[in-house]
């Protein structure tokens, strides 16, 4: 597996990482647990080493599942988990100081560590100046508790405030083709200050892969079921991305997920894709994307196919669509 540096922070890690949310959270059918024991070592042995979680994730059993999975290759893995959500009634916020250390103890517990190598603010708090999040992050990293601070969603106002006072490792943000709006004003700031992208839901929350139709029903459990960019209309309307990448794929004897990663990992080097599965086929298949090379006309086809194409349907519904901030 390729190696990566997020931005300048001297953090380098596998050029894919693996998003482990949905081995224990927010998509259903839920998968069985030794199974994903199996997959996080399974995805170790393939070279990936880049590994995100965070305590709302279950609530809290993903970190235990790393902690389980993780702990006979501590020495091989990086993780990086998140702070700033309250647990019991989400979307709700909270990133006081007192809060972070809280989280951040109870982390390292579940995870079976003893630092934490990158420690996110989940999404950006208003009641909490952000210089105050970093000031914490900054203490812990003191203390040996955590090695990087990364921000989750944040704007560019938030970003260098709190680079300001703890360089920032990475920012976690949504982008793939059909997320692109941190393209004008977040991508810029990044590599002026020389911080990594880690995106989240890089193949749409699995649309871009091609394998969710309209004609597909969710299961009422499912977190896409809440999505008005997951209705059957707005799945149907937007098939013109899936066809775009599918029509690439086939150019290359690839998937319209290889694609999608791949068109990702072309944008700049310090970009660094976490996809999430509960398959190992697909986990291949990912992986596999690091070593499709997008020519330059691929890339120009996709840039001018993508302009003509009006996504449908936000990413969140409301009460979540306040908490990301560009």
Known sequence: MKQRRLGRSGLEVSAL?????????AYFPRPDRAAMVTLLRDAVDRGINFFDTAEVYGPYTNEELLGEALAPVRNRVLIATKFGFKVDTMPDVDSRPERIRAVCEASLKRLRIDTIDLFYQHRPDPNVPIEDVAGTVQDLIRQGKVRFFGLSESGPEAIRRAHAVQPVAALQSEYSLWTRDLEAKVLPLLEELGIGLVPFSPLGRGYLTGQLDASQSLDAADFRATLPRFTAEARAANVALVELLGRIAKRHEATPAQVALAWLLAKQPWIVPIPGTTKLHRLEENIAATE?????????????????????????????QKLVSR
């Open 17 to 25: 990482g693996l998003g482990c949310m949905g081995m224990s959270h």
């Open 292 to 320: 499709l090379d997008l020519g330059a006309a691929d890339l120009a086809e996709i840039e001018t196919a993508a302009a003509a194409i009006t996504v449908q349907g936000g990413r969140y519904p409301e009460k979540w």
